[in-house]
């Protein structure tokens, strides 16, 4: 129950951004300008206010950050290939890794772990965002880009995605956090203000863009998205956490760290779509919108077998 209710308004959103859209309320042109100001505005403050709001401390366990960050690069890299086999786009290869290890961590996977297992389970879960956002962030820029303007992969490339609003709002959250800087009262609230509209615009573009042409299109690549997601890679986290690395069954570094794997692919992936592949942004608006619906029950389902395997 505590799953759907923190869904059901995200998907609800998401809803009403489609219902806007066939009514004619929002034209494409609109919601080329909104995303916009999500991705250069919105976006990177609420990347900067999630890092800075966690102190790193003793609360953060090295070994199952090292795992988690093992398990996402491993079977990021090993799904990129199987799909390069197959004969993939480079662009439907990028949407479908960066869909599978990119989760919405903080709107989602932390409200249900900070109920499941309290304060100390939150603050280790977002002090595994605070650390894992910068990276991921940096893969999802360079690979949107390079799929989407035929850029090699060089150093150029990644010089010009290290410039990233998103990037850079994440490296400099990272350095206020660890130097444990302040920010002015004012700025603080401005921040908060900017980061508060991201949720909320994202997802009403999410549903502004989808048809359901998109379904029939690329169907395959929605759905392994969606198993990647969803129950391959938090089954691979879980392996890499307990089997490999040994962390009990009862650990709470190990019940945070697959939570925040089982969560839905992140709306941020749909805003760096929009600005960096955009004429694969509708596909990516679709996986989230589905990813962010079935969620409500493997979520359910993840929580559960943790708490008996405990």
């Known amino acids: 129950m505590q799953v759907l209710e923190i869904v059901t308004p995200v998907f609800g959103l998401i809803l009403l951004g489609f219902v806007l859209r066939q009514v004619k309320f929002l034209t494409e042109r609109e919601v080329a300008a909104l995303v916009r100001i999500v991705y250069y505005l919105a976006l990177p403050m609420t990347i900067f206010a999630a890092i800075t709001s966690v102190e790193f401390?003793?609360?953060?366990?090295?070994?199952?950050?090292?795992?988690?960050?093992?398990?996402?690069?491993?079977?990021?890299?090993?799904?990129?290939?199987?799909?390069?086999?197959?004969?993939?786009?480079?662009?439907?290869?990028?949407?479908?890794?960066?869909?599978?290890?990119?989760?919405?961590?903080?709107?989602?996977?932390?409200?249900i772990i900070f109920n499941a297992w309290g304060q100390l389970a939150l603050a280790k879960g977002g002090l595994i965002l605070g650390v894992l956002i910068a990276p991921i962030s940096v893969a999802t820029v360079i690979l949107f880009r390079v799929a989407g303007t035929g850029e090699r992969t060089s150093i150029r490339a990644v010089a010009r995605a290290f410039t990233d609003p998103i990037v850079v709002a994440a490296f400099l959250g990272i350095l206020v956090s660890w130097r444990q800087l302040t920010m002015p009262g004012p700025l603080e609230e401005a921040v908060g203000m900017l980061a508060d509209m991201a949720l909320p615009a994202a997802l009403l573009g999410i549903g502004a863009s989808f048809t359901p042409e998109i379904l029939t299109r690329a169907a395959g690549v929605t759905a392994l998205s969606l198993a990647g997601k969803l129950l391959l890679l938090p089954l691979w986290g879980f392996f890499v956490l307990h089997f490999v690395l040994g962390l009990p069954l009862d650990s709470l570094d190990l019940q945070v760290a697959v939570m925040i794997l089982t969560s839905p692919a992140s709306i941020s992936i749909y805003v760096v779509s929009r600005e960096h592949l955009a004429a694969e942004a509708p596909l990516v608006g679709t996986t989230i919108a589905l990813s962010t619906a079935f969620a409500t029950v493997t979520m359910t389902g993840w929580l559960a077998l943790l708490v008996a395997l405990a």
Do not use: D, Y
């Open 57 to 111: 401390s003793s609360v953060v366990n090295g070994l199952s950050l090292a795992g988690l960050a093992g398990a996402l690069a491993s079977f990021a890299v090993v799904m990129f290939l199987v799909l390069t086999l197959f004969g993939m786009s480079l662009a439907l290869r990028s949407i479908t890794v960066i869909s599978s290890i990119r989760g919405n961590m903080a709107f989602v996977a932390l409200p």
